[in-house]
């Protein structure tokens, strides 16, 4: 059964730093799409950032750009979310997802990132 | 980039109705680019269909997905309680790389 685990969501101050973390079980993250997608409260769905399969190619939304940083450490099983310079709309529940290229087939169970004074 | 409306915003049916739900793309999709995700209050989305009409592992067959080009459509032939969910279709692009629709509300009527 795959399962994906994140942790590391809070509160935290504008202009301040978070690192989000997803372990996989079941599910290898270095042989899988990896992305993170957030939703904040009350809205859709919005795709943040994804690290490709093999070679660990990354994208982000240009919202994030210059700001976020994707990463995952094979040998731990885990993908990682970098997140600098926080600003209140980034305030969301925050999902790791994984699969395809194209589309996510398993979700973790969302964390949630406030960003406030 | 591409944009994609869903429509209606929100649809009020009554369980054992047929659920017709679109997704419009601003330009040309894939047909092999485009998902649908059903959200529960709470809950992460799951994955329905994908390829824009494979079903996903362990969905039930009343759940269809169709189109192509720049108009696609969820259909669900006979509405369950527990089908009673926001529904999202998502792309996978050039730049960005994925975009989701703001969602269609499915409500009990």
């Known amino acids: 059964e795959v399962q994906l685990e994140a942790s590391g969501g809070g509160l935290v101050q504008p202009g301040g730093s978070l690192g989000l973390s997803c372990a996989a079980s079941?599910?290898?993250?270095?042989?899988?799409?990896m992305t993170w997608v957030r939703q904040a409260p009350g809205k859709g769905l919005e795709w943040v950032s994804v690290?490709?399969?093999?070679?660990?190619?990354?994208y982000y939304a240009d919202s994030v750009k210059g700001r976020f940083t994707i990463s995952r450490d094979n040998s731990k099983n885990t993908l990682y979310l970098q997140m600098d310079s926080l600003r209140a709309e980034d305030t969301a529940v925050y999902y790791c997802?994984?699969?395809?290229?194209?589309?996510?087939?398993?979700w973790g169970q969302g964390v949630l990132v406030t960003v406030s004074s | 980039e591409i944009v994609l409306t869903q429509f209606p915003g929100t649809l009020s049916l009554s369980p054992g109705e047929r659920a017709t739900l679109s997704c419009r793309a601003s330009q040309s999709v894939s047909s092999n680019y485009l998902a649908w995700y059903q959200q529960k209050p709470g809950q992460a989305p799951r994955l329905l269909i994908y390829?824009?009409?494979s079903r996903a592992t362990g969905i039930p067959d009343r759940f269809s997905g169709s189109g192509s080009g720049t108009d696609f459509t969820l259909t669900i032939s006979r509405l369950e309680p527990e089908d009673f969910a926001v529904y999202y279709c998502?792309?996978?692009?050039?730049?960005?790389?994925?975009?989701f629709g703001q969602g269609t509300k499915l409500e009990i009527k």
């Open positions: 079941g599910f290898t993250v270095s042989g899988n799409y």
């Open positions: 390829g824009a009409s």
């Open positions: 690290i490709y399969s093999g070679g660990g190619t990354t």
């Open positions: 997802a994984g699969g395809a290229k194209y589309y996510f087939e398993y």
């Open positions: 998502q792309q996978y692009g050039s730049s960005p790389k994925y975009t």
